[in-house]
DNA sequence: AAAACATATTGACATTTTTCTATGCGTATG
DNA sequence: CATACGCATAGAAAAATGTCAATATGTTTT
């Protein structure tokens, strides 16, 4: 799994908002349309669908149309790139000094 | 660990900016100084203490000072917070349908 | 087919973030 | 002790992001 620089900050762009991170926390209950994610935020409706947009480009959360519902939910897939990701940019492969002063 | 969603946005605020990304991939080598980093990115100096604080508000970087060098590195233990946070924040804990048009 | 509904898009504005130049502060060195 | 060096801070400009009102699009219902 080779991601950009790039590609990383679109997934961590994800959690870099307050709202988006209360999404989350409303979507870990299950499934839910946006007209129901909209009653518990104190955001306009484009406002939310924007955020939505954002979450998906992610890949943490996945879209399902049905009829004229979005219905949206947490990747688990998405979660995992997003762990393995995560845990890949913070490993550290030696661990002596390498500055300057050495 | 109960953090807020304004702790959660500072911590992956790191991986938001593809400056910062990079840093993390060439502190993956082990401690870096300031100076050292300066040089593998096209910033400023003030442009990249920027980054650095960013960073090390997040809990994901750690500075130490060393007589006027600065030596930055990954921190396992805010590497461990934010991969503790990540999968908390995207854990489902029911899967059916809560929409309205259940 | 018209009306109602759910969501997306557009365009404008405010806020936040990124970036730089200039400057300040602490530490080491001649 | 004066100078140089490494880094941080202040302030300003530019870019990106968050927000809303208005409107468009697609779907269902009457």
Redesign the interface.
């Known amino acids: 799994m080779e991601l950009s620089?790039?590609q990383?900050?679109v997934?961590?762009?994800?959690?870099?908002?307050?709202n988006r991170?209360?999404i989350?926390?409303l979507?870990?209950?299950?499934?839910?349309?946006a007209?129901?994610l909209l009653e518990d935020l104190h955001l306009s409706q484009p406002t939310l669908s924007h955020h939505m947009k954002v979450l998906c480009d992610s890949g943490?959360v996945v879209g399902r149309k049905?009829?004229k519902?979005m219905?949206y939910?947490?990747s688990?897939e998405?979660?995992k790139i997003?762990?393995d990701c995560?845990?890949e940019?913070?490993?550290?492969?030696?661990?002596?000094?390498?500055?300057?002063?050495k």
């Open positions: 620089n790039k990383i900050t997934i961590f762009k994800a959690l870099c908002d307050e991170v209360q989350f926390r979507l870990q209950n299950g499934e839910l349309c007209c129901h943490l049905e009829g519902w219905h939910s947490i688990q998405g979660a997003a762990m995560l845990k940019i913070t490993a550290v492969n030696k661990s002596e000094c390498n500055c300057c002063n």
